[in-house]
């Protein structure tokens, strides 16, 4: 499904806030349905639950006794709880709390289990995180795993391909027997920087021998949101011939170009949909996290390389897609504090924090690459944002989590002189963030 199909144009100012409001909504109500559905089965009641804040145009109260409501600004959401002063839980409400019960006291906010307010405040996150991990799992069987021995499924409209076959098993390349998926990078490394490359390839019980294409040659993949190349509408499925005239065989030759350039401007000649068109850009400098840790910092115009041809696949095992779904979380988190920590000790630029305006900016343009890119980033996000309100700071989830944390301790709950103090701190050091974001927003390349 194209989403571009909505429009009228490409990535225009409505369709942007469109695409932003629709990603928030999904993960401030997946993470705020973990707050409420773990506090009500911890026996903490929720009077209101709300998507969206300011004025309440549609409501409705459970059985329960929750109002479920949207509210006119859907730029956030929250639960409030029996006995909470306000939407933050911050503060009790000592009206509303006056008079109860033990047994009333006990379903309120304040009144339940310290085991109970733990973990009814760390579920937020943990379902911004599960929410991920599911939309990986789904990913991964929808893509599918590439089968060995390769075979080829569709081959890409590009002139130099037409050689190739669905359904032709590759047995070698340029002479280099073709080996199992697991070493394929590394074979296709070692092959020669030239195109076309000679393919044997077993089709119809027979081995034929063809010139096509090198596998991996500038062929656009993917184009990175809010990048040069998405900038200058470069699209997935084109495929570079020229840069500044000069004819490229392989992404590797392309890479090379780009990495030693030092961010020198460029025109490149591409192939579309049959087409020659000429594309102007400039690289931009990118800080990109290691796999073994750390950060690289490069030259990057923002497309992925890949196959110039779609292997066959299969559906991966119920073992092979969690471990996709967790492993792509556990990446996002680790190389998110990665780079905050290298942003902090000024290894790398503070210009890799983004704000509202870039999030919204790169939700519609993942938007305008189909639904799968979109709902990619919305897993992504939804990560980042788990992981944001787990920062030990108050006002966020993190923060009340470290006042528990205190209280299971010392055995009481800081004073509330000490929370409203720490309350004010913690919301000047966010509003800090979201000012230092805003500013890189408008401000940074």
Excluded at 145 to 158: F, G
Excluded at 295 to 320: D, M, N, Q
């Amino acid at each position: 499904m194209d989403l571009t199909a909505l429009i009228p144009s490409f990535g225009n100012l409505a369709f942007t806030l469109i695409a932003f409001i629709i990603a928030l909504t999904i993960i401030v109500a997946i993470h705020e349905y973990g707050h409420y559905i773990i506090g009500r089965l911890s026996g903490i009641k929720a009077d209101v639950f709300s998507i969206g804040i300011g004025p309440v145009l549609a409501k409705k109260t459970d059985k329960h006794g929750t109002q479920w409501q949207i509210a006119a600004f859907p730029v956030g959401g929250y639960v409030k709880f029996r006995g909470d002063a306000n939407a933050a839980s911050a503060g009790v409400d000592e009206g509303a709390m006056a008079g109860l019960s033990d047994e009333e006291r006990r379903h309120t906010m304040h009144g339940a289990p310290l085991w109970a307010r733990a973990a009814t405040v760390a579920a937020g996150p943990i379902f911004n995180f599960v929410l991920s991990a599911l939309i990986f799992f789904a990913m991964a069987f929808h893509t599918g795993i590439a089968t060995d021995p390769l075979t080829v499924e569709e081959v890409a409209p590009v002139s130099g391909l037409e050689a190739l076959e669905p359904g032709d098993q590759i047995l070698s390349i340029a002479g280099e027997e073709t080996p199992s998926l697991d070493e394929f990078d590394g074979f296709v490394s070692r092959l020669p920087n030239e195109s076309p490359v000679e393919y044997v390839v077993l089709r119809g019980g027979q081995e034929v021998t063809v010139e096509a294409l090198h596998p991996f040659p500038p062929y656009v993949s993917s184009v990175t949101p809010q990048s040069a190349a998405s900038d200058a509408g470069i699209r997935e499925g084109d495929l570079i011939l020229t840069v500044d005239g000069e004819p490229v065989s392989t992404f590797g030759d392309l890479r090379a170009i780009v990495g030693e350039g030092d961010g020198a401007a460029l025109t490149l000649g591409i192939e579309r949909d049959g087409e020659a068109i000429s594309v102007d850009l400039t690289p931009r400098r990118v800080d990109l996290p290691l796999p073994e840790g750390g950060f690289e910092t490069r030259w990057l115009i923002g497309i992925a390389g890949g196959l110039v041809f779609e292997p066959e696949t299969r559906a991966p095992s119920f073992g092979e897609a969690v471990s996709t779904g967790v492993g792509q979380v556990g990446y996002i988190i680790s190389s998110s504090l990665s780079g905050l920590w290298h942003m902090i000790t000024g290894a790398i630029s503070s210009c890799n924090l983004r704000g509202p305006i870039g999030i919204a900016e790169t939700s519609g343009a993942a938007a305008s690459q189909g639904l799968d890119s979109f709902i990619w980033f919305i897993a992504v996000l939804s990560t980042a944002v788990g992981l944001l309100n787990l920062f030990p700071i108050p006002v966020l989830d993190g923060g009340h989590l470290v006042f528990h944390a205190y209280e299971a301790v010392a055995g009481k709950p800081p004073s509330d002189r000490a929370m409203r103090v720490l309350l004010a701190v913690g919301l000047a050091l966010i509003l800090s963030i979201m000012v230092l974001g805003v500013t890189n927003d408008l401000f940074c390349p």
